[in-house]
């Protein structure tokens, strides 16, 4: 793991920012959700009802019990795959009945978002998950806490890789198909948030950061993560001038709200369209963010996983680069770089590259060269992790 300067740290406010993230009052009304109807209550103090006791049984007959587990679901890859054997009952009952598409999936919708990853948009959504989401993941206060301390800190550009490469593959119309792995792996990553719950408490790191809470990925936290994913980079596209039609946003939207649902959120908590979605994003979003250590050191865990540990000048451009995409509030909590000459040629040339992508006539020149090389082998290495590690349930928190 990176050894975060000094200088970074005091940069970010990491150092002053132990205190846990404190939200307002709940005030997003379930009549703005797909449900229409509900108790209410604030997604904060709400978790998963369902798959928490169940991965808190499984924890209960012991870590070679949960290994088995693993070894059995490693089988478990696609959409089409029956649940396989072995599972202990109450186990393959969770398994049956998350695996299944809520009433209100449309697959004219989903199979419309899948056509968002193609042509122009697939390279925005690579560049504003990766150079965006990714990073603002790293001043989301208690996703960065909970990310560090739990095993798969340990190995940064696997696990925000993991999380991007999921958000991204919302929007692949493979992904729902019957030979696609999305259903799968979004049961799988709610059991994956359940072992968590159970145990990160455990931690003493963890628990001594004091995130505000007793037990981790509150249903409130996940919306946090989804609107530092999905809402950002439709709010991003909406700036560049590159929105898609209403018809395509409102699938985006739809398919995010189906994964949700196998992430185990609860219907009165997803926005019914892009209006309550960014009332909620507004809700939440401040308050969850922050400078932390954790979170300076996870995003330059990720530089360092993607470019290496030194080049210290292709570093400095893409930090720079990212915090023009993020913008300076953000890339101050993770204490990006700023550079007064490099910022206005982002801002310049990232325009530029936009325009050039949407656009027909052929002597705009295709400024994607403006761009360091470095982006490009950026994107390709984030989202080719090597060989793709399946979900497992971990086994112990971060190894000292
Ligand atoms: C694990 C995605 C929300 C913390 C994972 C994995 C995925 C994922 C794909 C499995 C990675 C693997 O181990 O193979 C998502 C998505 C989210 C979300 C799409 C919301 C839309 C959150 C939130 C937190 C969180 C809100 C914390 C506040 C974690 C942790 C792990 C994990 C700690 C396990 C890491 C490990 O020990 O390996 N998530 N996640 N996630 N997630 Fe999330």
Same mark, same amino acid.
């Not at 790293?138 to 958000?167: D, Q």
């Given at each position: ?8 740290? %005091? ?9 846990? *993230? ?9 009549? =703005?959700? +797909? ?15 369902? #798959? ?9 007959? /012991? !870590? ?7 070894? +059995?679901?490693? /089988? ?13 009952? @109450? ?21 419309? *978002?899948?056509?968002?990853? $193609? ?14 989401? /990714? ?13 560090? @301390?739990? @095993? ?5 550009? $696997?696990? +925000? ?38 145990? !990160? ?53 739809? =398919? ?50 993607? &470019? ?12 720079? !680069? ?20 490099? #910022?206005?040629?982002?801002?310049? *040339? ?13 002597? +705009?020149? %295709? ?5 360091? $090389? ?7 290495? @984030? ?5 793709? *590690?399946? &979900?497992? %349930? ?7």
């Amino acid at each position: 793991m990176t050894n975060v300067s000094r200088r970074r740290l %005091l940069a970010s406010g990491g150092a002053a920012a132990a205190a846990g *993230a404190t939200f307002p009052l709940w005030t997003w009304a379930p009549s =703005a959700s +797909i449900a229409g109807t509900g108790d209410g209550l604030d997604p904060e103090y709400v978790w998963d009802v369902r #798959a928490d006791p169940v991965i808190e049984r499984l924890y209960g007959e /012991g !870590l070679d019990r949960v290994a088995e587990v693993n070894e +059995i679901l490693k /089988g478990w890859t696609t959409n089409d795959q029956p649940v396989p054997a072995g599972l202990p009952g @109450y186990l393959e009952d969770f398994i049956e009945e998350a695996r299944r598409l809520p009433a209100w999936a449309d697959q004219g919708k989903l199979k419309l *978002a899948g056509t968002f990853n $193609e042509e122009e948009y697939g390279f925005f959504l690579a560049l504003l998950y990766t150079l965006g989401s /990714g990073l603002i993941s790293c001043a989301i206060k208690r996703e960065a806490w909970a990310v560090y @301390y739990s @095993y798969g800190g340990a190995n940064m550009r $696997e696990r +925000i890789a993991k999380t991007t490469v999921l958000g991204y593959d919302v929007m692949d119309a493979q992904g729902w198909t019957a030979t696609g792995r999305l259903m799968v792996d979004s049961v799988k990553t709610r059991m994956v948030h359940a072992a968590v719950r159970h145990l !990160l408490p455990q931690s003493p790191h963890w628990s001594s950061v004091g995130a505000g809470q007793k037990v981790p990925i509150s249903q409130a936290d996940i919306l946090v993560t989804f609107h530092s994913l999905g809402t950002w980079v439709m709010k991003k596209f909406t700036e560049w001038d590159i929105a898609p039609s209403k018809e395509l946003a409102d699938a985006f939207l739809h =398919a995010w709200n189906v994964d949700l649902h196998l992430l185990g959120v609860q219907e009165q908590y997803l926005p019914k369209d892009w209006e309550a979605a960014y009332a909620q994003y507004d809700q939440v979003m401040g308050p969850a963010t922050g400078g932390t250590r954790e979170g300076v050191e996870l995003a330059q865990a990720l530089l360092d996983a993607v &470019i290496g540990e030194g080049n210290p000048l292709l570093r400095h451009e893409l930090e720079s !680069l990212g915090r023009y995409v993020i913008g300076d509030r953000y890339a101050d909590m993770i204490a990006f770089d700023k550079d007064p000459v490099l #910022a206005p040629v982002w801002a310049n *040339a990232v325009p530029l590259l936009v325009r050039s992508y949407q656009s027909t006539v052929p002597d +705009i020149p %295709l400024v994607s060269n403006l761009l360091p $090389e470095a982006v490009h082998t950026f994107i390709k290495i @984030y989202f080719s992790p090597g060989d793709p *590690a399946p &979900i497992t %349930l971990p086994l112990s928190n971060r190894p000292e």
